[in-house]
C-alpha cells in the first residue's frame, strides 16, 4: 500500500512474532570462613533481542467494525486502512518507506524493528554476628542499555514510527542492625542509599507530513533539518539520590502476643536536563505556541522528603494460625516528566524557572489505612494458607494521562482515591512431587476527588470536557475487580543426582475500566 503521505510502503517487516533471541547467566558465591561471619555474591547477566516492539499487540475495536482508522492529527481526518482485517484482531508490522527510514538518525539501515535489552546485576550480601547482635550489608548494582524500534499506528500504513534508546545504571548500599535479645524487647535499626542515573533519547513521527494552510507542499521528506524526518527528537539525562533511615521496635507483651511499631524517614533528589533537540513545528507551524522551539533544555531539579510510621499487633492463635492487624502508611517519590513532545515553557511565553520546574514534575504520592489478615499452616502441614484484607486512603495518586494539545504522555497527580480489597493465597502440598497454588484476589480503587483529570482525545462538552479537564471523581480505575490464578508443580526424581518435572500456571482477570473515561478502551 501507499501511505497518508503517498509513499510507497515496503511490505511486511518480519514473517512471524515474537522471534526472540536471549542468552542468560548466572553466578552464585558463599564464603563462610565461620560461624560469626557469611557473605553471598550473585551476578546475573541477560541479554534479550526480539524482532519487534509491537508485534503482540492486537486490534480489540474498530470504529466501522471491519478495518482500524488511521487518524491524521494535523488535519483531523480519518483514513480507512482497508489492508487490515479488525475481525482477525491483529496488526501488521510493515517497514517503513525508504524516503522515511532514511530520516531517522538512529534507525538500523535495514529498517528491521526490534526490542533489546542488555542487563547486568550484582549483589553481595554479608551478616556478621556478634553476641545478640547481627550487623547486615545488601550492596547491589544495576546496568540496563536497551532500546525499541517500530511502527506504533495500528495498520498498515506505517505512519508513526518510534524510536528509544535508555541506559540505567543503579548503585544501593543498605546497613542494618538487628538485636535478639532473650527479654521481650528487640529492635532493627538501618540506613538506605540508592544512585540512579537515567539517560533517554526518543525520536518519533507521530504526524503525517500533509499540507497545512499557508503551506501548500506540506512537510518536505527528507525534512530542513539534518534531513530528519522525525516529527522530534528529545534527550533527557536524569539522575537521583535517596537516602533513608529506618527502625523497629518490637515488643512481646506475652508468648502468644507481639506488638511491633516504626518508621522510615525518606529524603530523595531528583534532577534532569530536559533538552528539546528538535521538532519539526519551528518550522511548519511557527506560530504555534504549544510545542517548546528546538535547541532549548530545561534544568528541573526537585526534593522529596517523608516520614512513614506503622504498626503491627500480631497474636499467635495456636501453634499454626497467626492472627493481626496492621497500621501502615507508604510514600512513593514524585518525579520529573521525560514526555517526547514537551509544553512551550520557554522564558519567551513568560515562563519563570520556578514555573516550569512545576509544570514539568509531578508529586509524591501517599497511602495510609489498615489491614487485618491471618496465615496458617492446616492439614499436618499440607496446606499453607494466607489471607489479607486491606483499607487504604491515597492521596495524589501518580496517574500516566495522555494530552491531546500536546499528543504526549505525562505523569499527573489525582487528588485522591480509596484502595480496599482482599487477597487469598493457598499452597498445597498434595504429595512430595506435586504442588497445588491458587490466588484470588479481590479489588476496589476508585477515585475520591479527580477533578481535573485531562480529556480523552474526542471528547466533547457534551461527555464532559471542559476547558480540556473532565471530573472523574466517583469512577472506579485500574485493573478489573478481580483476579485468579492457579498452578501445579510436579517433581520427581529419576537417580540421586536428576530429577523430572514440570509446571503449568493459568490466570483470569476481570475486565479492567475505561482508561481516562474513555469508551472502548476497558
Not at 533537540?277 to 507551524?285: K, R
Not at 506503622?310 to 501453634?319: F, M, R, V
Not at 537417580?495 to 481516562?516: L, M, R, W
Request: proline share 5%; aromatic share 14%.
Amino acid at each position: 500500500p501507499a501511505n497518508q503521505t503517498g509513499l510507497s510502503v515496503p511490505g511486511r517487516n518480519y514473517d512471524a512474532y515474537p522471534g526472540t533471541e536471549q542468552v542468560v547467566g548466572r553466578l552464585t558465591t558463599v564464603w563462610k570462613p565461620n560461624d560469626s561471619f557469611d557473605a553471598t555474591f550473585k551476578f546475573m547477566y541477560s541479554d534479550r533481542k526480539d524482532n519487534s516492539a509491537n508485534g503482540s499487540t492486537v486490534l480489540i475495536h474498530c470504529e466501522d467494525g471491519a478495518h482500524p482508522n488511521y487518524n491524521n492529527l494535523l488535519t483531523g481526518q480519518m483514513g480507512l486502512d482497508t489492508y487490515v482485517d479488525c475481525s482477525k484482531r491483529q496488526t501488521v508490522g510493515n517497514t517503513l518507506p525508504d524516503r522515511i527510514l532514511a530520516g531517522f538518525p538512529r534507525a538500523p539501515e535495514d529498517g528491521k524493528y526490534y526490542s533489546k535489552a542488555k542487563q547486568k546485576l550484582f549483589s553481595l550480601v554479608w551478616d556478621y554476628r556478634f553476641g545478640n547482635m547481627t550487623l547486615s550489608s545488601n550492596t547491589g548494582y544495576y546496568d540496563l542499555t536497551g532500546g525499541q524500534f517500530d511502527n506504533f499506528d495500528m495498520d498498515a500504513f506505517s505512519e508513526t514510527p518510534v524510536l528509544q534508546e535508555e541506559n540505567t545504571e543503579t548503585w544501593t548500599q543498605e546497613l542494618r542492625l538487628a538485636s535478639s535479645f532473650d527479654g521481650p524487647l528487640n529492635f532493627t535499626i538501618g540506613g538506605f542509599y540508592e544512585r540512579e542515573r537515567r539517560n533517554f533519547w526518543q525520536e518519533a513521527r507521530i504526524f503525517t507530513f500533509e499540507a497545512l494552510p499557508g503551506l501548500e507542499n506540506g512537510y518536505p521528506v527528507p525534512g530542513p533539518f539534518f534531513g530528519f524526518t522525525s516529527d522530534y527528537i528529545n534527550d533527557d539525562r536524569n539522575r537521583t539520590k535517596t537516602y533513608s533511615a529506618f527502625g523497629q521496635l518490637s515488643w512481646k507483651i506475652r508468648d502468644d502476643i507481639e506488638l511491633t511499631a516504626g518508621g522510615r524517614y525518606t529524603e530523595a533528589k531528583k534532577s534532569s536536563d530536559i533538552g528539546q533537540t528538535f521538532q519539526y513545528f519551528d518550522i511548519i507551524a511557527p506560530n504555534v505556541p504549544s510545542f517548546t522551539p528546538g535547541g532549548n533544555v530545561y534544568f528541573v531539579k526537585k526534593k522529596y522528603d517523608n516520614f512513614s510510621p506503622e504498626a503491627t499487633l500480631s497474636w499467635k492463635a495456636t501453634d499454626d494460625v497467626l492472627l493481626y492487624v496492621a497500621y501502615k502508611t507508604g510514600f512513593l517519590a514524585g518525579g520529573i516528566q521525560n514526555s517526547g513532545i514537551i509544553p512551550n515553557y520557554t522564558a519567551a511565553q513568560g515562563f519563570t524557572q520556578e514555573e516550569y520546574t512545576d509544570l514539568l514534575s509531578y508529586d509524591p504520592e501517599k497511602a495510609r489505612g489498615f489491614e487485618v489478615g491471618m496465615k496458617g499452616v492446616f492439614f499436618d502441614g499440607r496446606l499453607n494458607a494466607d489471607l489479607t484484607l486491606f483499607d487504604y486512603d491515597l492521596k495524589k495518586v501518580q496517574i500516566a494521562t495522555y494530552h491531546v494539545d500536546t499528543t504526549s504522555f505525562t505523569v499527573g497527580n489525582a487528588a485522591s482515591a480509596i484502595h480496599r480489597g482482599a487477597e487469598l493465597n493457598l499452597v498445597f502440598e498434595a504429595t512430595d512431587s506435586l504442588q497445588l497454588t491458587a490466588y484470588y484476589g479481590y479489588y476496589f480503587n476508585k477515585f475520591d476527588k479527580y477533578d481535573n483529570a485531562p480529556c480523552y482525545p474526542g471528547q466533547t462538552a457534551a461527555q464532559g470536557c471542559i476547558g480540556g479537564l473532565q471530573d472523574l471523581s466517583g469512577r472506579r480505575f485500574s485493573s478489573g475487580p478481580w483476579q485468579l490464578r492457579g498452578g501445579v508443580q510436579y517433581h520427581t526424581p529419576i537417580t540421586d543426582s536428576y530429577g523430572i518435572g514440570f509446571s503449568a500456571d493459568i490466570s483470569h482477570v476481570a475486565e479492567a475500566y475505561e482508561i481516562n473515561g474513555q469508551p472502548n478502551t476497558a
